[in-house]
T-cell receptor, first 111, second 110 residues
C-alpha cells in the first residue's frame, strides 16, 4: 500500500499555464507538507498544513496556492508558470511534526 | 552561515569499508535530527532519527549526536554498492520546520 502518493508523476507544460499537483496520505498523519527540490538537489519546505490549517508558509510567490480539503489530502496549485518553477515537488506527511515521510515526487518541467 | 551544512562530496569508499557522513547545524535549540537517503530520481527515504546525545544503532547504520558541538553524523558499516546514494541530514528547528542540508553523495566501489 502506498503511504504518500502524488499525481501526476511528471508534468510538462508551457510558460503561463496553470497546473495542480495532488497529494494523498493513508498513514493517518495530522500534518502534510510541500517541498521543492531544485536542480542542485536542495530540498526546501514551501508549506505545511496541520489538520487542514496552514501552519508554515515560506517565502514563496503567491502564484503558489496550497489547499487541504481534509487532513489526508494536500493539493498545490500553481498559476502563471515560469521557467524557474521547474523542479521536483515532494509532498510529505508526519504525525505531530516528527518523522516526515515523502511521496514519490512530481517532476515539473516548464517550457 | 547555512542552517544545516554537509560536505557535498562525492565521498567514495570501497565495498566493506565504513562510510562516515557529517552534518553541522546552527539552531542550538533544535531537538530532532534525521538522516534521509535519496537514490537518483527517487524520493527521500527516512533511515535514522535521533533525539538525544550519543549513539543510536540500527543494523549497519549508527547515528551520532552531539548537541554541545551542534554536530550529527551517520556511520555506515560494511558499505555495499547499494548504499550509493545522496544522504540528506535534516534538523527540526525551533520554528518546527525541517531544514535539510545540501546532501552528501556517497559512492561505494565494488
Amino acid at each position: 500500500d502506498t503511504a504518500v502518493s502524488q499525481t501526476p508523476k511528471y508534468l510538462v507544460t508551457q510558460m503561463g499555464n496553470d497546473k495542480s499537483i495532488k497529494c494523498e496520505q493513508n498513514l493517518g498523519h495530522d500534518t502534510m507538507y510541500w517541498y521543492k527540490q531544485d536542480s542542485k538537489k536542495f530540498l526546501k519546505i514551501m508549506f505545511s498544513y496541520n489538520n487542514k490549517e496552514l501552519i508554515i508558509n515560506e517565502t514563496v510567490p503567491n502564484r503558489f496556492s496550497p489547499k487541504s480539503p481534509d487532513k489526508a489530502h494536500l493539493n498545490l496549485h500553481i498559476n502563471s508558470l515560469e521557467l524557474g518553477d521547474s523542479a521536483v515537488y515532494f509532498c510529505a506527511s508526519s504525525q505531530e511534526g516528527i518523522e516526515q515521510f515523502f511521496g514519490p515526487g512530481t517532476r515539473l518541467t516548464v517550457l | 552561515q547555512k542552517e544545516v551544512e554537509q560536505n557535498s562530496g562525492p565521498l567514495s569508499v570501497p565495498e566493506g569499508a565504513i562510510a562516515s557522513l557529517n552534518c553541522t547545524y546552527s539552531d542550538r535549540g533544535s531537538q530532532s535530527f534525521f538522516w534521509y537517503r535519496q537514490y537518483s530520481g527517487k524520493s527521500p527515504e527516512l533511515i535514522m532519527s535521533i533525539y538525544s546525545n550519543g549513539d543510536k544503532e540500527d543494523g549497519r547504520f549508527t547515528a551520532q549526536l552531539n548537541k554541545a558541538s551542534q554536530y550529527v553524523s551517520l556511520l555506515i558499516r560494511d558499505s555495499q554498492p547499494s548504499d550509493s546514494a545522496t544522504y540528506l541530514c535534516a534538523v527540526n528547528n525551533q520554528g518546527g520546520k525541517l531544514i535539510f542540508g545540501q546532501g552528501t553523495e556517497l559512492s561505494v566501489k565494488p
